[in-house]
């Protein structure tokens, strides 16, 4: 009987709680809450960020870094090049199409205060919200312009952005490849992601790079979303698979810029 | 006034432990990440203090992690406080004894309840409302992660515990 009283009560209370979240009589409660807990999570975060960077073990192992990251910003270097010859070209063809530019975005910058809630979820918690402009399904980068994930909660003075790894992700993606395959990265397998529905007869290269396809909406096509690591592919289904290493390691990241509306 | 003080020392708590759920234990790497820190405090907290406010201290607790949830409000809140409950009612009637495997044997069934409550809750959400999809396979792996790494804590800091307070100590008659 004293079972039963208990179940009730615990039942009772919770549901009215969920009822009274809906009906929006929990905000202020709920932005109290989160206040404290913001406060706390972010001086956290940031101390948890100063453990967790890169420390080297040997002086080999910082010599090695260096060179590796000497040989990278040479790489780097022909590559910027490159891509200065290119814009230009590209501005000058514009112009003689008198090409009207529409996909022009805002960009804000936000602070990671948190990380995974659920064990289950791959999310990061930022201190901007809906005070903010910030909407459900603007997407989050870091470095100019690699994809981090999408927003898929907003409250006032914070949201939840979904990671690219997280069970539930979804995002149109391109290959760089030669036929641009188009195809759909998925979460849901650990560190990596999967790009899937890619036409069987088009060619991947493994390190071909992947970037948004800019389908969707509010997301703009270009954004680096990482390497092809492997190809999965069966003779007798009309789609391969791509296994894709996220270019961007997320548990190192103090801040983020969400895209949000075109001007 | 001892009461009040009891109640704010709760508080205190509950809001700590909420910031190192959220903010400090992505330090660890996969897949220790899977780790369910709440749910090892809260049987140690069933086991310290024995008594039915554990299942008040979870209810708000996951109050606090289903304001950051990605999931429709109330999923957490309903399965983490829920589950607890079921526990506490094992820890009364099933696993009595003290004993490091008898703490494995509650987070277990702790882990496993939440575990079952938030699957259910999330797959009706998937019919009803058409909201949430859910992938099994990484949900299912997830959870045994996570099952496996706070079973494992529960026991280790039980064993420590044991060492050091009398209430834990099994050689001890109490009269």
Known sequence: MRRR??????????????????????????????????????????????????????????????????????????????????????????????????????????????????????????????????????????????????????????????????????????????????????????????????????????????????????????????????????????????????????????????????? | MRKFISIIGYAIGIVILAIIHIGVIYLLPEPYVKLNIIFVFIVLILLIREKGTVVWISFFLHLFLELYATTPFGIILFSGTLSTLLTYWFYQSVFTNKSWFAAMAISIVAISSYRIFYITLLVLTQFVFNITKVVFTPLLLTSLWELLFTTLLVGLIYLVLSKKLRKFDTKVIYS
């Open chain 1, 5 to 263: 009283n208990s179940l009730a009560a615990i039942t009772t209370v919770t549901i009215l709680v969920v009822i009274l979240h809906y009906i929006g009589w929990l905000i202020p409660v709920e932005n109290f809450l989160r206040s404290i807990v913001n406060r706390g999570s972010a001086i956290a975060y940031e101390q948890g960020l100063e453990i967790n960077k890169i420390k080297f073990k040997t002086v080999q192992d910082l010599e090695n870094a260096y060179k590796d990251a000497i040989e990278k910003n040479i790489e780097q270097e022909g590559i910027v090049a490159r891509i200065k010859l290119l814009e230009e070209q590209n501005k000058k063809l514009r112009q003689e199409l008198n090409y009207l530019t529409t996909t022009t975005y805002q960009y804000l910058g936000a602070e990671i205060i948190g990380k995974n809630v659920d064990p289950i979820a791959n999310t990061l918690i930022i201190n901007r919200g809906t005070k903010d402009n910030i909407k459900v399904g603007n997407p989050a980068i870091a470095y100019n312009g690699i994809l981090v994930g999408k927003i898929i909660r907003t409250e006032a003075d914070t949201s939840i952005i979904r990671l690219l790894q997280d069970g539930q992700s979804k995002i149109a993606a391109t290959l760089l490849n030669l036929d641009y395959s188009i195809g759909l990265i998925e979460g849901g397998y650990g560190v990596s992601v999967q790009m899937n529905f890619i036409p069987e007869n088009e060619k991947i290269e493994i390190n071909d790079q992947v970037v948004t396809s800019g389908l969707e909406e509010g997301i703009p096509r270009g954004l680096l979303i990482g390497n092809v690591k492997a190809v999965k592919k069966e003779a007798y289904e009309p789609f391969q698979q791509a296994i894709v290493k996220p270019a961007i390691q997320t548990n190192l990241l103090d801040s983020v810029v969400i895209i949000t509306n075109k001007l």
